[in-house]
């Protein structure tokens, strides 16, 4: 179950119906900070693929996803932590069609470019962090 606080929407991610919950979370937040049309599937991509990353890299995680204001700006922030294995080389995992798995290898590009601002951290035996931002036209 999502927890609201002051601190935002704290969605636990372990399997697909978190995935899913992260994904309509975070495009509930983002229309009430007054995102409309496609911007909300933008957001709500960005957000299943960063999900996705953890349940299959990691097994389990959480989803922070918060208003934000900055420079007169509105915008919301997301971010998804896990005590996973970590990202070897973050370079190379950013690069489209990079995947030590199954799969497209575009969730991380894609979600970079789908968002206005993206930043990973991530350490070998302790975690990754990403940090994604996306701000209201004016
Ligand atoms: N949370 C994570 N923990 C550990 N490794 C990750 C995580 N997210 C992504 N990765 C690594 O980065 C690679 C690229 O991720 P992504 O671009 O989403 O493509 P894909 O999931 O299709 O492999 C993954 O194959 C995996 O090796
Ligand atoms: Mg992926």
Redesign the pocket.
Known sequence: MPVMGDDGITVTIANESDIVTARQMGRALSEQVGFQGSDLTIIATAIS??A???V???QR?EIVLRPVTANSRRGVVVV?R?D????PDIAR??QDG????K?????????RRLMDEFEIQ?EVGV??I?TMRKWLRR
């Open positions: 693929e960063i996705r990353n953890i299959t890299y990691a995680g998804a896990d996973g294995p970590g990202i995992a950013m990079y995947s030590t798995g799969t497209l290898g575009l969730g991380l590009p894609g979600a991530s975690g990754t990403v």
